[in-house]
């Protein structure tokens, strides 16, 4: 079952999203940055490809498409911009991946079923101002009272947190077990925009991501139904982790699109520009940081087809996925620094994209894990500190219908 090709249909989708990024967003993509303003039409004309639910099974409102599909679709929105890929990373990767694994049949009728068709736009609203690497450092709250839940807690730094409809969130079930930091005591939940005691704002002054929404919201004395718990009661750190590892995954293959983005705009550059009586391209160091680029573009590539591969058999893929967003997030800062080095002062005017991709690279060596987060990781399972489990809960496995 090992191969290098790609299938007509990941070919297909490609192209598409291609031509959809780079048709209808690049032409506007530096206004867009420039006003610092989130244009909600974006997702709109991604459902109508059906990339809202790209790899959903049909059953639910989806595409049917595989996870490799959805890991191309974000390379190549990526590849223009940032914001454009971390809709899919949020709506797709950390939502509704989490709603198909996750979700009762109820659940997936009234959630992930409008997510999917792209008439609900959905995020996931873990990290709160007290704590981001540390999951179980969360302070929000979920008293029962009868049959529902009444919510209380700030989350910050989300994407999508101003416009979204429907959010994935996390707050404490059992209070005895926060004091404690047993994991057991974290539970999930489906909340809603217009559910009372929800207000959200948006972030400003970003350093990147300038073209996409992120914000904060806040759960005041909320109710929510009992049946918005998302699996148990005492899971939701699991599936905390469970949707990271989906949202990694896109974050992966995103960087993968702008190294791709940095690698195309240095060689048009380097070709065009000359210094000492020929074109810099001609220069070894120009060319070394070039052929960095092309290294580690298809290194990260390859990284995070290896997770798709492992997602599409129904395999658990978190020691891949990891390393696959560490690698290729970590790479995109260096390649980003090294286009605008490239274009000397020219890429440190918005004239051209590559100071774009310089403030939206570092996003991404933060959130989802960061850099050090997937260090320890790794080295954790190296040393066997560290070990996956099969029998955990993975994404079904993809078949084609
Ligand atoms: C643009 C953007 C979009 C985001 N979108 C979302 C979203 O949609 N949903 C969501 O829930 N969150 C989101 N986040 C938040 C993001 O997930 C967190 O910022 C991230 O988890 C890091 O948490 P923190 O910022 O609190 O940093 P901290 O956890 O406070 O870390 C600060 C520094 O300490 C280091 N550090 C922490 N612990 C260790 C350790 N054990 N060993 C070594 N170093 C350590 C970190 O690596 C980091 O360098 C987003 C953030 C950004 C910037």
Redesign the pocket.
Known sequence: MLGFSLSDDHLAVEKMVREFAGQEIAPRIRELDQAGEFDRSIPDKMAELGLMGICIPEEYGGAGMDYVSLGLACEELEYVDTSLR?ILS?HVG?NCLTLLAWGSEEQKANYLVPQARGEKLA?????EPA????AVGIQSTARKTGEDYILNGD???????DVADHFITFAWTDPEKKRKRDHTGLSAFIIERNMPGFRSSTIHG?L??RAGN?GMFSMEEMRVPGKNLLGEEGEGFKIAMFALEQGRYTVAAGATGLIRACRDASVRYALQREAFGGPIAERQLVKEMIAEMEADYQISRLLWLRSGWLKNQGRRNTRETSLAKWISTVASEKAASNAVQIHGANGYSSDYPVERYYRNCK?AV????????HK?MQADYVLGFRSDRPTRRSLPKWEKT
């Open positions: 971390v949020v950390l995020t996931y609203g873990l990290t704590a981001g690497s540390d989350k910050v730094w989300i994407s999508l947190a970003k990147g991501i992120t996003g933060i959130y989802e894990g960061t850099r050090e987060i320890l």
